[in-house]
């Protein structure tokens, strides 16, 4: 294994999140940061940037980087619950647009569904102001990697 | 029943799809030459910030379909040790590209929103290598927009993802 698998594999043996973030560099790239708000409940929070605006008149962030975020999250949640060197690969991906997310910082949270032995499915939902507002929903279905190396 | 005979009954019940075929006529593309929808397509693109922001580039465009470049950049990586792209990056240019195709299509005369967007993605995408995205809005009515795409990577025969999206057309814009 390399430097950089050990990387995310020790930052998750630590439970450190802040390393598990830097481990990836298109996470680091949105700015993802993670906040627990209590023990296991972990918000995967996108701070607001001018770059990350999709309709400038509204203004609105792009419903791309509302994919990335909640995608990451998925991800980010799969490979704690089911811990492996990599991160797991989404099969696919689906999301749905509820309204339009404005020129804030944006906020997911994560729930892994059902782990077997070599898929996960894991539902995720961002929001801004309010929780009970969500902005997107969003299901993926990831292949689990080898858990073996992990360990 | 004759030729003549089943045409003359196609046009009596088809009044409604007609009328709908020349309204699409007279907003026809071919109204508009191939310059002038690079130029829209180009406008429209660069009016997106996170667009720019990530390097993504217009290859071709002529409704209903558009072609667009996003070249790597390590900060798109998701996995470092199998020099792989993140997939949400494929999501973001899916969505931009798709988005583009649907707005050409729609003669520039819609504001639109995503409604939805489905990723596949049946390959890795591998460092180093662009990533090609080429949508095509392939249904409308007078609500929504229907569109899909394929990512890829120099082979267009060997696409890293697929993308399917529906989009709502919200309102109507002044024209151009």
């Known amino acids: ?34 906040r627990t708000d209590a023990p296991g409940r972990r918000a995967y929070v996108m701070p607001y940037r001018d770059a990350h605006i999709g309709n400038a008149s509204l203004p609105a962030l792009h419903g791309g980087t509302l994919a990335a975020l909640l995608e990451l999250a998925m991800q980010f949640e799969a490979l704690i619950d089911t811990p492996a060197p990599r991160l797991p690969d989404p099969v696919d991906f689906t999301i749905d647009y509820w309204r339009s997310a404005g020129p804030a910082e944006c906020i997911a949270s994560a729930r ?28 993926a279905t990831f292949v689990l990697r080898e858990a073996s190396a992990a360990t | 029943m004759s030729a003549g005979r089943n045409t ?37 693109h660069a009016a997106i910030p996170h667009s720019l922001a990530i390097g993504l580039t217009l290859v071709d465009a002529g409704p209903p379909s558009v072609h667009m470049r996003l070249p790597y950049r390590d900060v798109f990586l998701g996995d470092i040790d199998a020099g792989l792209w993140h997939t949400g990056i494929a999501a973001v240019a899916a969505d931009a590209t798709c988005g583009l195709a649907v707005f050409l299509t729609l003669s520039a005369r819609s504001a639109i929103a995503t409604l939805d967007l489905r990723m596949d993605h049946l390959r890795p995408a591998v460092a180093g290598s662009a990533l090609d995205v080429v949508a095509d809005c392939h249904h409308v009515t007078q609500r929504m927009a229907f569109v899909t795409a394929v990512l890829h990577q120099d082979d267009p025969t060997r696409p890293v993802a697929r993308a399917t999206a529906t989009f709502a057309r919200t309102g109507r814009l002044a024209p151009t």
């Open chain 1, 1 to 34: 294994m390399s430097v950089r698998g050990s990387t995310l594999a020790s930052a998750l043996a630590a439970g450190d999140d802040e390393a598990m973030i830097a481990a990836v560099p298109y996470a680091r790239y949105l700015g993802l940061i993670v």
């Open chain 1, 112 to 139: 892994l569904i059902r782990a077997g032995r070599h898929v996960a499915q894991v539902q995720a939902q961002c929001w801004q102001d309010n929780p009970d507002r969500p902005i997107a929903f969003a299901r």
């Open chain 2, 8 to 44: 003359e009954a196609r046009n009596r019940h088809d009044t409604a799809a007609r009328a709908r075929y020349l309204e699409a006529m007279i907003e026809s593309h071919h109204q508009i030459d191939p310059e002038a929808w690079a130029r829209l397509a180009q406008r429209f």
